[in-house]
Nanobody, 125 residues
Framework: VQLQAFGGGLVQPGGSLRLSCTAS????????MGWFRQAPGKEREFVAA????????AYADSVKGRFTISRDNVKNTVYLQMNSLKPEDTAVYYC???????????????????WGQGTLVTVSS
C-alpha cells in the first residue's frame, strides 16, 4: 500500500484546510486509517482515526470539535477537515493505514503499518 498525503499549506489562525490521503493497492475498504502530526522539536502525535468501514472515529482532545476525519472507499481517500485552526496546529501531517477491520479506531502510531510522506500545515498570520 502506498499512501500520498496532500492539501497542506499556509493558513491564517481561524482558517480551514482539508487534507487528503490517497491509497493505492489492496481494497481500501479493508484498511483502518489515521492521521498523525509532528511539530518541530516534538514527537509525532495522534490526531484522528477512522475504522475501515467508516463507522467509528476517534480524535485527540486537542482537535475535538474542530477536526473531522472521513473516508471515501470508492475514491480510496481519507480526509481530514480542519477548522478553526490555531498556530499550535502547525506541523507535518501524516496519514497511516493498517489492513484490519477492527471496529475500534487505532489511535497509537505503532498500530499502523503503512505511512505517507507527510504534508506541511502552517498556521500563521
Amino acid at each position: 500500500v502506498q499512501l500520498q498525503a496532500f492539501g497542506g499549506g499556509l493558513v491564517q489562525p481561524g482558517g480551514s484546510l482539508r487534507l487528503s490521503c490517497t491509497a493505492s493497492g489492496r481494497p481500501f475498504s479493508s484498511y483502518a486509517m489515521g492521521w498523525f502530526r509532528q511539530a518541530p522539536g516534538k514527537e509525532r502525535e495522534f490526531v484522528a482515526a477512522i475504522t475501515a468501514s467508516g463507522a467509528s472515529t476517534a480524535y485527540a482532545d486537542s482537535v475535538k470539535g474542530r477536526f473531522t476525519i472521513s473516508r471515501d472507499n470508492v475514491k480510496n481517500t481519507v480526509y481530514l477537515q480542519m477548522n478553526s485552526l490555531k498556530p499550535e496546529d502547525t506541523a507535518v501531517y501524516y496519514c497511516a493505514s493498517k489492513l484490519t477491520r477492527t471496529a475500534v479506531p487505532i489511535t497509537r502510531a505503532p498500530g499502523y503499518r503503512f505511512w505517507g510522506q507527510g504534508t506541511l500545515v502552517t498556521v500563521s498570520s
